[in-house]
């Protein structure tokens, strides 16, 4: 537990630099001296103690020992779902990413589920987020509610604008609203796509998919016998034609965004999700969506034509005219 004593003594430098009192002789000398002064501690250090303490404190603690510089971060994104009732503890790490990590966590027992995905963004400063600017063309900002923050809002435009703190907080939390909010649209409709449970600041928590043992590897890591390959590209393609049919793309999409588990695939990430009529590169980043999937089926014995298959979807879903040609 952090103590009274705790921060006097760690902020007992500051008192005597700006403590009024220390301006009069005589009442500095009419003070009590301080004694069992502690020395202070690296920033680092006091870091480190917090995060911890804050993560016990609230009696959460977990089965997968994080690495020190996860641990932190790690539990403060879960708190929230732990204190739902949602989580009642993490077990593994089951992917690792450039934007985020994602745990296997055991549910609480009124989910009705056994296990739960957690997908935390990692922190601001280790991720690697490229050329996302193409991706928010035509997007709304997001609040952490979900709803769309008004362009009357001047302050936050500023902030915005000006790349502050709270500017890159509402970037972050909107980019992370996108996914849940895609994710709850696309499992209404009957996508391919995990079962979102809950958002918090930092992280995302949704349906897991394997067992206790693994979980499910990226498509790109599977080989398809023939039959099974044919049917789940015209699944995959079902998913991509079910998007469109809601204005949205994918935006990154590959055999490595696509598990496999039990002869069924899953879509995930989806943070790059893009607006078929608002996004000026929408035609370019649809093609590269079947490009890609084309791609891997082709390595699995099954032949596609992606350019008929774009001009199709684009005739039927897209804009009037691609803007880029």
Not at 203 to 219: K, N, Q, R, S
Request: proline share 4%.
């Amino acid at each position: 537990m952090i103590t009274d004593d705790f921060y006097s003594d760690e902020y007992d430098e500051y008192e005597t630099l700006f403590d009024p009192l220390n301006t009069d002789r005589q009442a500095r000398r009419k003070r009590k001296p301080r004694v069992n002064h502690v020395p202070k501690k690296a920033r680092g250090e006091i870091i480190d103690e917090i995060a911890e303490t804050a993560g016990l404190e609230g009696g959460f603690t977990t089965t997968y020992q994080p690495a020190r510089f996860e641990e932190g971060w790690l539990l403060s994104s879960l708190q929230t779902f732990y204190d739902q009732g949602l989580i009642i503890d993490v077990m593994a790490r089951v992917k690792g990413g450039k934007e985020a990590n994602v745990y296997r966590c055991r549910a609480q027992p009124g989910t009705s589920e056994t296990w739960l995905a957690a997908k935390v963004y990692r922190p601001r400063q280790f991720r690697n987020l490229r050329n996302d600017k193409v991706y928010r063309d035509g997007r709304a900002i997001l609040k952490s509610d979900g709803t769309i923050a008004k362009k009357t809002d001047h302050r936050l435009m500023r902030a915005l604008d000006k790349k502050s703190d709270f500017g890159m907080q509402v970037r972050h939390t909107s980019w992370l609203m996108h996914e849940v909010t895609t994710l709850e649209r696309l499992y209404q409709a009957g996508a391919a796509v995990p079962r979102p449970f809950g958002a918090g600041e930092n992280a995302i928590l949704m349906d897991y998919i394997g067992d206790e043992y693994i979980a499910a590897p990226a498509l790109q890591e599977v080989s398809l016998a023939q039959a099974e390959a044919e049917s789940l590209f015209q699944e995959l393609l079902r998913n991509i034609e079910l998007m469109l049919a809601h204005d949205m793309i994918h935006g990154d999409l590959s055999a490595y965004n696509v598990l496999y588990w039990a002869g069924n695939i899953t879509l995930i990430d989806f943070p790059q999700v893009v607006n078929c009529h608002t996004n000026e590169n929408a035609y370019t980043i649809l093609q590269r969506d079947i490009e890609r999937t084309c791609e891997y089926f082709a390595r699995q014995g099954v032949s596609s034509d992606p350019e008929a298959l774009l001009a199709d979807l684009w005739s039927r879903y897209g804009a009037k005219a691609p803007h880029n040609l």
